[in-house]
């Protein structure tokens, strides 16, 4: 018997690290086939220390891999996380307090665990192998409430998704596998820990772990193989379109029912998410006011299929009307079968009040029909990018082609920045003027003044107008119209436009151009926003070292360059030593402060060429390019030494602290085939430079007694 529970440890898990595998090979990319890769990691490790303790001759021994299964509770955090994940809880995922009840609790339990005594006796043997009591103690019942009450969530918010899923949908037999995944080890939990001992008075076996590696690993796998749990589906596709699209998505189900709106309809309607899901979509629609009767069958959504741009009128949670621009697509799956329908709603409550302006002047001047293509074509040109760069370069182009402007094809746009003029599109210009406008600050010629005043400027002769203060070589008479980029009263821009000598221009043609100029500085804003936050997504917000992320991208390049050469790469993992003692004596803004100050310290003894980069909380690691095992040594020394003799000051406090750091070293070489292996051999270092008394450096396979 003893043998038999020992194989089952042993299996289960063999197939955690099989699940893990096949998952990676799938999709590894994804934030849910990550959280399943790191589930099945630590559930392989619950499995194998009980396999090691099981296999353990002495009492003792079964004690140590007792002990040393102490990361259980992190089965628990990330089982929890992935559900989370798959039932797009997106309310709980974007928040940082999630997080740190999940992580932070697992980790709070796993030390209790590791340093407190939590067995009644030691481990006595039966014959079905060791077995042990925990005590009635505070610690183990939080420990139960901590188990149940995960447990109890993660079930709730599976059951809740799995009810909202359509019938004989792939979605809905996804989620009756994932929650059988769940139940199955609490279901073996209470069977092991509560019923079959007060049946048969007498301790059982534990089970839990081959429960959750051999059972819910299992079931999820079968999702993955059987009906491409982590792959792009089309319930996944329109989930991932809802999640980034800037206009209002409905999706909606073949019976008529919302399941899915993005926040962008939300905020439109005013409603909140769980007023609407589950509602039929004719709630948002009058049907008095509906030309082609898009409700007329309430029951079914076969009469949105094929719109596209349609104007329409929704209904928002006040009941009034807002005006959209409707457009549908059919989501099917691979039978033909319609799963449901996305429809795209565009506010144009703006662009009709626009529309009503144009053809009140459209009333009194001929080309009022002009002036509306004139807008629509610049909308459509700006909206096909987000880069910065092209977008000026088209918008400008654009501009300068219109019909109902007499403009040459030469002209170009400043961009504000603090009190200089930045030139970043330009039209049939030459050398000499480019080299005239290079140091332009706000007032210099036309276009500075246009940018101080945010005034429209019109000058019908270049020569003679005394405002046109910068001339070149070569610089021939010409008219100009210089339009200001304004968002409300700031100045982003210029566009200045060249018009034959002479020409004018109408009142109409003044507020045409007035009316881009706004178009675009909604679209440099959103340039910039979009480029503000790539950057940001890249670095840590706290040290502004780079993040995981970054640092993924960057090992995958450099890693993959090293091997092409035949060069080789280092990474140093170090952290410091005693920062929680740091913490809880002076607190958590003095650790941030030194957390920035370390950051700011690595940066000066690296190469340019080295990233630097916060791995997770105290945690650093930076990628050497270009270095062998000693190099990356001495330079790891010198990190060391330069931190352990440098006094690091608080905010607000005349005292200066001292602090220490452990650093592990790993290079490239045979037998690393991934950057992750590489990383993991640095912090195997790091490991053992702890152990070995921290403030040390520690190179794996390699101990370097530098004093």
Known sequence: METLFTVLSLLAAAISILFAVLVFSKDHRSSLSRVFILLCASMFYWAFAEFQMRLADTAGLAHFWLRANCL??????????FTLIFTRQRWLLERKLTYFLLYGSAAVFSLIDLTTEQLSSGPAKEYWGWTYTYPDTLANQVETV????????????????????????????????????????????????????????????????????????????????????????????????????????????????ISTVNQAALDLL???????????????????????????????ITCFLGISDVEASLIDHDRKEIPVSLSSSALRGNDSRLLGTILIARD??????TEEQIMVQSQKIENANKELRALQQISNVINKTIELDELMALALDTVTDLRIFKFMH???????????????????????????HENMTTGDCLCGLAARTGELIVSSHSIGDNRHTICYAGMEDHGHAIVPIKTGKRVVGVM????????????????????????????????????????????????????????????????GRAMRISSPISVIMLDLDHFKDYNDAYGHPAGDRLLFDLAAQF????????????????????????????QAAEVAERIRKSVAATEFSRKGSPERTHITISLGVATSSEGVHSPDILIARADTSLYRAKANGRNRVEVFRQTLNIS
């Open 72 to 81: 259980w509770p992190f089965v628990l955090a990330l089982l929890f996380h």
């Open 146 to 257: 901590y188990v149940a009450g995960f447990g109890l969530m993660a079930g709730w918010f599976a059951v809740r998704f799995y009810l909202t899923r359509q019938k004989g949908s792939v979605s809905r037999k996804q989620s009756a596998l994932v929650l059988t995944g769940l139940a199955l080890p609490m279901i073996i939990g209470i069977l092991g820990e509560v019923v079959l001992p007060s049946l048969f008075r007498t301790r059982t076996p534990e089970l839990t772990d081959v429960a959750f590696a051999a059972g819910t690993g299992s079931l999820l796998g079968f999702a993955i193989w059987k009906y491409q749990l982590f792959a792009v589906t089309p319930a996944g596709a329109a989930d991932q379109i809802i999640s980034t699209m800037s206009d209002s998505l409905i999706l909606v189900n073949p019976e008529g029912n």
């Open 270 to 300: 005013g409603y909140s998410e769980k007023a609407l899901i589950g509602k039929n979509v004719s709630v948002l629609f009058r049907e008095k006011g509906c030309k082609d009767s898009l409700i007329a069958k309430k029951n079914s």
């Open 348 to 353: 144009v409550s703006e662009r009709q009040r």
């Open 410 to 436: 030469k002209g170009g746009i400043f961009l504000v920045e603090g009190d200089r003029l930045n030139l970043v599109a330009s039209l049939g210009h030459s050398r000499e003027f480019t080299r005239a």
């Open 496 to 559: 200045y436009l060249y018009l034959p000598a002479g020409a004018e221009l109408a009142e109409s043609e003044r507020n045409l151009l007035l009316t881009i100029g706004n178009q675009l500085a909604v679209c440099i804003e959103n340039a910039r926003l979009f480029e503000e936050t790539r950057a940001l997504s890249l670095h840590d917000p706290l040290t502004g070292l780079g993040n995981r992320h970054l640092m993924d991208m960057e090992m995958k390049k450099g890693f």
């Open 603 to 630: 940066i000066r003894e690296i190469r340019e060429i080295d990233l630097a980069v916060r791995y997770g909380g105290e945690e650093f690691l930076i990628v050497l390019p270009d270095t062998s095992a000693e």
